[in-house]
């Protein structure tokens, strides 16, 4: 797994490298919306994780996860913030981010 030192460094790498869609949180699945495109915990796992803090303000800290669909042949990328700015997540999708593969 790639070390990036920040946020888009680890965008960008993730991109290069074939994670191409960008997903969102959307009633506790992720949702894709260019492709219209709704991933259930079991219909994906998650390759790689990581994690960026803000120097001085913890509104900065956020978390990119690889994210790879065998069951719709899609790979992409799923950004959220940790910690006390996290959105808020289904208990099962929680899980399966909390998991490591």
């Known amino acids: 797994m790639e070390n990036y030192q920040t946020l888009v460094e680890a965008l960008?790498?993730?991109?290069?490298r074939g994670y191409t869609l960008d997903f969102n949180l959307a009633n506790?699945?992720?949702?894709?919306?260019?492709?219209?495109l709704v991933l259930?915990?079991?219909?994906f796992s998650i390759t790689e994780v990581h994690r960026f803090e803000g120097m001085s303000d913890p509104g900065d800290n956020s978390i990119v996860?690889?994210?790879v669909s065998d069951?719709?042949?899609?790979?992409g990328v799923f950004v959220n913030a940790?910690?006390?700015?996290?959105?808020?997540?289904?208990?099962?999708?929680?899980?399966?981010?909390?998991?490591?593969?």
Do not use: R
């Not at 259930?40 to 219909?43: H, K, R, T």
């Not at 069951?71 to 790979?75: E, H, P, R, T």
């Open 65 to 67: 996860y690889g994210i």
């Open 82 to 101: 940790y910690g006390v700015y996290s959105d808020d997540i289904s208990e099962e999708l929680l899980k399966k981010l909390n998991t490591p593969e």
């Open 12 to 16: 960008n790498g993730l991109k290069e």
């Open 40 to 43: 259930q915990p079991e219909d």
């Open 71 to 75: 069951k719709y042949n899609v790979k």
């Open 28 to 36: 506790g699945v992720l949702h894709n919306t260019e492709e219209n």
